[in-house]
């Protein structure tokens, strides 16, 4: 696991993946292809209102989530 860079001069680049979810999802399948065979996730662009949050914790798991399980089958 990578430290937090939380940080103007570090670019999420070098230590997050990021972008729409279908760039997430190319970068996770280049990574597996590479040996990948796990991810943590940690969220912090998380809406403020209740329902909001469940509906972007949905979209992660039917966008990256469930997606990223299959490249291990």
């Known amino acids: 696991m990578v430290p937090l860079q939380l940080d103007f001069d570090k670019s999420l680049d070098d230590w997050t993946i990021n972008g729409t979810a279908a760039e997430c999802r190319e970068t996770l399948a280049r990574a597996h292809a590479m040996g990948l065979d796990g991810i943590g996730l940690t969220i912090y662009s998380l809406p403020r209102e209740a329902a909001a949050r469940i509906d972007y914790l ?15 089958r």
Do not use: F, K, N, S
């Not at 039917?62 to 399980?69: D, G, N, W």
């Open 58 to 72: 949905a979209m992660i798991a039917e966008q990256l989530v469930r997606p990223a399980a299959t490249l291990g």
